[in-house]
């Protein structure tokens, strides 16, 4: 059975979850008292104290995967705090984690309710409630869910049930063409 220990990264906060096929074992939040705002130069140092606050975690949930939800560019910039800071974030973290099994994920992937694969189909979930409340929902349909306590742990704990269903379905189709 696969741990996927899963991250939500933000320059505030960051949600970090363990979770397996059984359900949710552990969710934490890292909390920041103070946003970066549009202090790119900020980024870094935030960067540095988000990695030194995964590197214990890292080392003790036990895990076979790490997951981070990474950044896809859109073609605008509607955002410009997150258009330049995510993808520095992202990058850096990606940096601190190498050494272990890293797959990064899109919002878009997992989240997107235009996309016949995303995390919400199988369980049934309204696709017209809002972001926060489909996660809320979905949350009630994973075993020990109600352990994320707020959004940035539920969007962690997302990224890993759509890693694990991803890999299970990808396992059962490896086996099939096996036999073939």
């Given at each position: 059975?696969i741990r996927v220990l899963a991250i939500d990264p933000g320059t505030t906060y960051t949600g970090v979850a363990l979770v397996d096929e059984r359900g949710v074992s552990c969710c934490q939040t890292i909390k920041f008292l103070q946003p970066?705002?549009?202090?790119?130069?900020?980024?870094?140092?935030?960067?540095?104290?988000?990695?030194?606050?995964?590197?214990?975690?890292?080392?003790?949930?036990?895990?076979?995967?790490?997951?981070?939800?990474?950044?896809?560019?859109?073609?605008?910039?509607?955002?410009?705090?997150?258009?330049?800071?995510?993808?520095?974030?992202?990058?850096?973290?990606?940096?601190?984690?190498?050494?272990?099994?890293?797959?990064?994920?899109?919002?878009?992937?997992?989240?997107?309710?235009?996309?016949?694969?995303?995390?919400?189909?199988?369980?049934?979930?309204?696709?017209?409630?809002?972001?926060?409340?489909?996660?809320?929902?979905?949350?009630?349909?994973?075993?020990?869910?109600?352990?994320?306590?707020?959004?940035?742990?539920?969007?962690?704990?997302?990224?890993?049930?759509?890693?694990?269903?991803?890999?299970?379905?990808?396992?059962?189709?490896?086996?099939?063409?096996?036999?073939?």
């Amino acid at each position: 059975m696969i741990r996927v220990l899963a991250i939500d990264p933000g320059t505030t906060y960051t949600g970090v979850a363990l979770v397996d096929e059984r359900g949710v074992s552990c969710c934490q939040t890292i909390k920041f008292l103070q946003p970066c705002g549009l202090d790119n130069a900020a980024i870094f140092d935030r960067a540095e104290q988000i990695a030194e606050r995964l590197a214990p975690i890292l080392a003790t949930w036990k895990h076979d995967v790490v997951v981070m939800e990474g950044w896809k560019y859109y073609g605008s910039i509607a955002n410009e705090n997150s258009a330049t800071q995510t993808p520095i974030l992202v990058g850096w973290l990606a940096r601190e984690l190498r050494g272990e099994n890293l797959h990064p994920q899109s919002s878009s992937q997992v989240f997107n309710k235009k996309d016949p694969g995303n995390i919400y189909r199988p369980f049934g979930i309204d696709l017209d409630k809002p972001n926060e409340k489909r996660l809320a929902d979905l949350m009630r349909k994973i075993p020990d869910g109600e352990k994320a306590k707020d959004e940035h742990q539920r969007s962690a704990v997302a990224h890993a049930v759509y890693y694990i269903r991803e890999h299970n379905r990808l396992e059962k189709t490896r086996k099939v063409e096996k036999w073939n």
